[in-house]
């Protein structure tokens, strides 16, 4: 992960040098009278009160975990602000950062850690978490049969389809296990090289003896017989940072009112989800989910709904980047600890919760 940033570094890097360019042979050299300069000031400024603002925000994957975002889109929350939102799915942390530091998104949503290891891996124009939106993990351990005594020491000895390392899902997973006395590396075989979305279909077709599963992969093979939840790493971890909303320092400095409409929007969407019902909700975020049923999808909001999955006022607090650092310190994936105030700025969810 950390050479394909390296890489995304350099790309973000040339395309500055080429759009400056660009942009420099591009200007007139005829100047305007002060007259005509005046009017066309203030034409321009009131057309920006009225133009829709354009926004790409990549998405590290597209999951039932993330409603208040989609009740935000669905519930037109986002061009109630003035924002024509662009939703990418990045399919991974990696990727969604590449995606913002070349300046393909202007910005990221996915697990914080990966701001963390840009910064330390030396980025001139790092990227800063703005808003938290999960507090807690989003995935579940699935057994091969029903489990209703399990207990986190049923794992020793045993194959468990894991996630990518680095990544929030492993290192959380980790977390627990060493908080229940548990050594990742000794005491079971943690498969950590199958496709984040392909262990469901692994674990159906034979493979481990438990999964970590995301929504609505958990359900789904409860559905079909061939798994069954026997644990949340929600519940289990506590409350955690898993993902926050992030974009590159230059971007938060040089659109500060941008970034304070995307919140507005956000604290509205999360508004919604934690005054209405799971069925009002799964109603809502249909659409984005027209795979999954509604019977399902009801299902899957209702057990978020019900462990506390989000973050009320979307403020990233210093505890929570504290219990970050420690996990990847634990993880072996943290070579330096960046200060808070460097990594976090959470001004716009101040005034968005408000």
């Known amino acids: 992960m950390k050479k394909n940033l390296l890489h995304a570094i350099s790309l973000a890097l040339c395309l500055t040098v080429l759009f400056t360019t660009v942009c420099g042979c591009s200007q007139k050299s005829k100047t305007p009278s002060k007259e005509t300069s005046s009017q066309a000031s203030d034409t321009v400024d009131e057309d920006s009160k009225n133009t829709p603002v354009d926004i790409t925000l990549n998405e590290v994957a597209h999951s039932i975990f993330y409603a208040p975002m989609y009740v935000a889109i669905e519930q037109g929350y986002f061009e109630e602000e003035g924002i024509n939102l662009t939703l990418v799915t990045g399919f991974g942390a990696d990727k969604t950062m590449t995606a913002v ?35 807690r993990a989003g995935n579940f351990l699935v057994a091969r049969e029903e489990m209703p005594d399990f207990s986190w020491s049923d794992l020793c000895g ?7 390392k680095g990544g929030m899902p492993e290192m959380v997973f980790e977390y627990i296990l060493r908080q229940n006395k548990i050594d990742p590396a000794a005491d079971l075989s943690i498969d950590q ?162």
């Open 101 to 135: 530091l070349s300046g393909e998104a202007d910005i990221g949503f996915m697990g914080p850690e990966t701001t963390v290891y840009t910064y330390n891996e030396g980025s001139a124009d790092y990227v800063v978490n703005f808003a938290q939106l999960t507090q």
């Open 158 to 164: 045993k194959e468990v389809l894991g996630g990518r």
């Open 193 to 354: 090289s199958i496709d984040f979305g392909s262990t469901a279909a692994a674990f159906s077709g034979g493979k481990g003896d438990f999964s970590v599963e995301f929504e609505p992969g958990a359900t789904a093979l409860e559905t079909e017989g061939a798994g069954y939840v026997v644990a949340s790493l929600g519940i289990d971890s506590g409350y955690v940072p898993y993902t926050a909303f992030s974009a590159k320092s230059s971007y938060l400095e040089k659109n500060p009112d941008v970034i304070q409409k995307f919140t507005n929007a956000l604290q509205k969407g999360m508004d919604y989800t934690l005054s209405h019902s799971p069925e009002e909700i799964a109603e809502v975020i249909a659409p984005q989910f027209k795979e999954t049923d509604m019977e399902t999808l009801t299902s899957i909001v209702a057990r978020y709904h019900q462990q506390d999955t989000w973050k009320e006022n979307l403020i990233f607090e210093e505890s929570s980047f504290t219990l970050l650092l420690d996990i990847l310190s634990e993880s072996g994936e943290l070579t330096k600890r960046p200060e808070w105030e460097k990594l976090v700025d959470t001004s716009f969810a101040e005034k968005a919760a408000k």
